[in-house]
């Protein structure tokens, strides 16, 4: 019954969101007044205790809000001020083969984009360059949003990884873990290995599909001649990927993966390496893919200039989180600090401000491209209004989602002497699923992406949950987690709001029931990689 009573706040986001079609924004403030009227009535807490756990979860959430702002704010000012055109226009006259654009465009363009920024960026900017390569609008919307999946955990320089250790670290000294630094890369190794797996399959996968939807035979055998490649491609980025999540951690490990690629791959290209041997278009692509009375349609921008700010954010990211640099460890000491909030005890709040992405790289680069660009005061001002009406709707999503969360976690705080809200529907789930809950974990993620259009935002409401429930199914806490976290990012390929957003930028609103059919089967077919990579992995020692 309490693990009923409890759940009701979850499964009125679920009902509103995915019954409704209710935004986060406006679903999560609710939940949490729910939330809270249940811990004053049924659980027992006092209103202070609530109050105080309220503004920790609210506080709570500024670390991550300040990268989401910085990695849209650099996004933004790279668009206005021309640099993203060029880097566009770099991916004309590689191939006239429309296979290998989506190779090189949606999937490693895209992961670029995913490890830079994050939350739906990658299907806004990629769909309408395969759009103007000669993709049928369709074709390029279920491409992005279909290859946007393996990178999604390390997006936006790591934000849903860190954000599931984030909501953790008041939980993981009991379990002995001291240094949540290390905990944060194991968590990021073990989650990188099943979207590794995923990437040799995802890639062909969703090629095969597109051919045999769009393509002039219909026919999936058409992806046959660019398999080599395919693997090629995912063989480079898995290199680097499982490289900078074992040793460095999650803030690289799509972004630095998805840079090398790209250049490795086009290289490739070029050069005719593993190249089809048969270009092969989308019916009526041949005239897109030159430009109209052989005028060139380059920006005039150098590709340098126009690649310098992410580069700038690459080697500051490497720079300090790398430990052999020796900087690491001073990134943390500068802090903000406020222990014991309105009196009540654990209610603590740290923000490491020189270790947060958002502050350092990402504002401090906009500041200088700002420059670097020569970008006028009208300029500057569409940026920051623009990045700030984009972030507002996540804020209160995740100031009221942090604090529904704390709500959960101390609600053990009542007269009742009952357990906290979590505890109480982790024993519920672990009576339900039981031996198996191995295999629901991933699913938990995906259903909190479907709902929330965030793999960060899932991994902040589930990953509690998940941990608890591993706790008393004495399953590794670790596996679950991680579990969890790439539920979320397979999960980004059937969310609703990731769906709606791709078919706008591609202009084919009222298609999104289409879309989500289409992404059924690589969900399915990914969902199944991560439990048997996970499962394998167990029975090996790896994890």
């Known amino acids: 019954?309490?693990?009923?009573?409890?759940?009701?706040?979850?499964?009125?986001?679920?009902?509103?969101?995915?019954?409704?079609?209710?935004?986060?924004?406006?679903?999560?403030?609710?939940?949490?007044?729910?939330?809270?009227?249940?811990?004053?009535?049924?659980?027992?807490?006092?209103?202070?205790?609530?109050?105080?756990?309220?503004?920790?979860?609210?506080?709570?959430?500024?670390?991550?809000?300040?990268?989401?702002?910085?990695?849209?704010?650099?996004?933004?000012?790279?668009?206005?001020a021309g640099a993203m055109r060029r880097i566009e226009a770099m991916f004309n006259g590689i191939t006239e083969d429309s296979r290998i654009q989506i190779v090189i465009v949606g999937f490693a363009f895209s992961a670029f984009i995913e490890g830079a920024a994050g939350f739906g960026t990658p299907p806004a900017i990629c769909a309408p360059l395969l759009i103007g390569l000669g993709a049928p609008p369709m074709a390029a919307a279920i491409a992005c949003l279909l290859l946007d999946s393996t990178p999604v955990s390390f997006g936006a320089a790591g934000t849903p990884t860190n954000a599931a250790a984030e909501v953790l670290k008041d939980t993981l000294p009991a379990l002995g873990?001291?240094?949540?630094?290390?905990?944060?890369?194991?968590?990021?190794?073990?989650s990188a290995l099943g979207l590794t797996v995923g990437a040799f399959v995802i890639i062909w996968l969703v090629i095969g599909i597109v051919t045999k939807q769009y393509g002039k035979n219909k026919s999936f055998s058409d992806v046959f001649p660019v398999i080599p490649f395919c693997l090629f491609t995912a063989a480079v980025f898995s290199v680097f990927y499982l490289a900078f999540a074992k040793f460095v951690g999650a803030e690289l490990t799509s972004l630095a993966a998805a840079a090398v690629t790209i250049f490795v791959t086009i290289g490739a290209a070029k050069s005719?390496?593993?190249m089809p041997k048969t270009?092969?278009?989308?019916?009526?692509?041949e005239v897109k893919t030159k430009s109209s009375g052989g005028q060139s349609t380059t920006p005039s921008m150098s590709l340098l200039k126009a690649w310098t700010p992410y580069l700038l954010v690459t080697l500051w990211l490497v720079a300090t989180r790398i430990p052999q640099l020796g900087i690491k460890p001073y990134m943390s000491v500068p802090k903000i600090e406020i222990t014991n909030i309105m009196g009540v005890a654990g209610a603590d709040f740290t923000l490491k401000w020189l270790n947060?992405?958002?502050?350092?790289?990402?504002?401090?680069?906009?500041?200088?491209?700002?420059?670097?660009?020569?970008?006028?005061?009208?300029?500057?001002?569409?940026?920051?209004?623009?990045?700030?009406?984009?972030?507002?709707?996540?804020?209160?999503?995740?100031?009221?989602?942090?604090?529904?969360v704390y709500l959960f976690r101390y609600s053990n705080a009542n007269i009742n002497g009952f357990d906290s809200m979590l505890v109480s529907m982790a024993k519920g789930m672990a009576d339900l699923a039981g031996a198996?809950?191995?295999?629901?974990?991933?699913?938990?993620?995906?259903?909190?992406?479907?709902?929330?259009?965030?793999?960060?935002?899932?991994?902040?409401?589930?990953?509690?949950?998940?941990?608890?429930?591993?706790?008393?199914?004495?399953?590794p806490h670790l596996v679950?987690?991680?579990?969890?976290?790439?539920?979320?990012?397979?999960?980004?390929?059937?969310?609703?709001?990731?769906?709606?957003?791709?078919?706008?930028?591609?202009?084919?609103?009222?298609?999104?029931?289409?879309?989500?059919?289409?992404?059924?089967?690589?969900?399915?077919?990914?969902?199944?990689?991560?439990?048997?990579?996970?499962?394998?992995?167990?029975?090996?020692?790896?994890?």
């Open 1 to 80: 019954m309490l693990a009923i009573i409890a759940a009701v706040p979850i499964i009125l986001t679920i009902i509103l969101t995915v019954g409704f079609n209710v935004p986060a924004k406006k679903v999560l403030p609710i939940s949490w007044a729910v939330c809270a009227i249940i811990g004053l009535t049924y659980w027992g807490m006092d209103i202070g205790h609530i109050a105080a756990y309220t503004i920790t979860g609210f506080l709570g959430s500024i670390d991550t809000l300040l990268i989401i702002f910085g990695a849209i704010l650099l996004m933004n000012m790279l668009n206005e």
């Open 177 to 190: 873990v001291t240094d949540l630094d290390l905990w944060k890369q194991d968590l990021s190794f073990v």
């Open 272 to 274: 005719g390496f593993l």
């Open 279 to 285: 270009i092969w278009r989308f019916p009526g692509s």
């Open 356 to 404: 947060n992405p958002g502050l350092f790289p990402f504002i401090l680069v906009v500041i200088i491209g700002f420059a670097m660009f020569s970008l006028n005061s009208d300029q500057i001002k569409t940026v920051v209004s623009k990045s700030y009406n984009q972030v507002f709707g996540a804020t209160i999503a995740l100031l009221f989602g942090f604090a529904m």
């Open 436 to 475: 198996h809950y191995l295999y629901v974990a991933p699913l938990i993620g995906s259903i909190g992406a479907f709902m929330f259009g965030s793999n960060t935002v899932s991994n902040i409401m589930f990953t509690p949950l998940q941990f608890e429930t591993a706790t008393i199914l004495n399953l």
């Open 480 to 543: 679950i987690v991680a579990l969890q976290n790439q539920g979320g990012a397979i999960g980004n390929m059937v969310c609703i709001n990731n769906i709606v957003a791709t078919c706008a930028t591609t202009g084919m609103m009222g298609a999104e029931g289409k879309l989500l059919r289409a992404a059924v089967l690589p969900w399915l077919v990914f969902y199944f990689i991560c439990i048997i990579v996970i499962v394998v992995a167990m029975s090996m020692g790896i994890v």
